[in-house]
């Protein structure tokens, strides 16, 4: 039985998909203005993790995942620059060059980390007119109206707007700092078309009804996940930040067109930070993939360190975890190298690690089976081919470690050492640890025994 958290009931709930046995999924994507940072990627990752759980509890998948390339601005409140034409201006390219640039960019980081691709991809830009067939049923249906910068959703007029983090409308009003655009009823009302500032010619602008212009960002999801994925579908997932605005506002708009509930579950993954601040472009500490590689770093390590975490628990990102996640990796393949081929599947174990991930995708207790697995006296063949079903779970490639070849002095001199360890001469031990550095190679001490490794570069 699997079961998720589903942020809109607020409890663990068994997860049966709504057709069949296809589970319609969809998840939002990047704002593809400047590189992902690993902060995102950890979102992405939870999501692949979530896919490849659904994969083996047997159920098929249909994945959506959009790029939003449009309509994004800087602030969540429907003011300052769309993020797009902020890049453009930054890089001197135009808009669809760097909407082109890092969309490709964002699918490098999947590959890099082995997330598995979406199904269908859509961009907000190829979607323009659905959007602002969708603008045009909630006017019809009376959700709208016009101020001088562009067409807004009235949330007061939504009963159960807010649901979905818990919060009432009359505390968000409360609650919410001066307004700026004093044009807007409701303080939580947003822009679902924003028109083009007088006598400037935008790069991405379309003609409405209303006026030329382009699309708020919230709109194109809600759009979006119904075309592809029909009016209520199984899961929709993306980042805690979400939960207050971007997701509330799918909500709004998409349930006051069908009149049906969007998404059976909503799954939200909590953020990654660093020890002393957040993580931010204008705080100059973003992280991405390429800062990984530079450093030496497997991007699969940051995989491995993310599984360590459950997904709805913070993580403190720093140097040191990954160190540590780069030297389990490794040790990992060393272990799964050397049990050569694969055999028959251990079912009590394959058993034990599908109900820890399926307990909501408790990833870290899935890992300690993965160690208990390694420390059992069980046949090699068979730890391996049990590893490697685990791996359909977990994507760290073990299936392509590469068995290394250590030389019988080195084996020789690692014996030696043990045998110093044995009797406590850690003096001894330390310097035979010294000539097998030397030599280029490492030795750790793990919970199932010595691993020799060739030294990364
Ligand atoms: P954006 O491109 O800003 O829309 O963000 C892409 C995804 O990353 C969204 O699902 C966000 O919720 C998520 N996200 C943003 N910052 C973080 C973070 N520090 N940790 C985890 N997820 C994040
Ligand atoms: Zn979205």
Known sequence: MLTLYNTLTKKKQEFKPLHGNEVGLYTCGPTVYDYAHIGNLRTYLFEDILKRTLFANGYA????????DVGHLTSDADEGEDKMEKGSKREGKSAWDIAKFYTGAFRQNLRDLNITEPDIWCRATDHIPEQIDWIKKLEEKGFTYRTSDGIYFDTSKFPNYGALSGQKLTDLKEGARVEKNREKHNPTDFALWKFSPKGEKRQMEWDSPWGKGFPGWHIECSTMSVKYLGETFDIHCGGI????????????????????PLAQFWVHGEFLVLKEKRMGKSEGNL???QTLKDKGYDPLAYRLLC?????RQKLTFSWEALDSAQRTLDNLYALTAGLGKPGTILATYEKKFIAAVNDDLNTPKGLAVVWDLLKSSEPAESKKATLLKFDEVLGLKLAGAQPIVIPDTIKKISQERQAKRD???????????????????????????????KLRK
């Not at 998948?61 to 939003?68: G, Q, S």
């Open 61 to 68: 998948i249909k994945h959506v995942m959009n790029i939003t």
């Open 241 to 260: 930040d979400h939960i207050p605005t971007h997701h509330t506002n799918e909500i709004a708009q998409a349930e006051a067109v069908t009149g049906k």
């Open 287 to 289: 992280i991405t993939i």
């Open 307 to 311: 599984l360590g975490t459950h997904y």
């Open 423 to 453: 009797v406590k001469d850690w003096q001894s031990a330390d310097a035979l640890r010294g000539q097998i550095e030397t030599a280029g190679f490492s030795v750790d001490d793990t919970p199932a025994g010595s691993v020799i490794k």
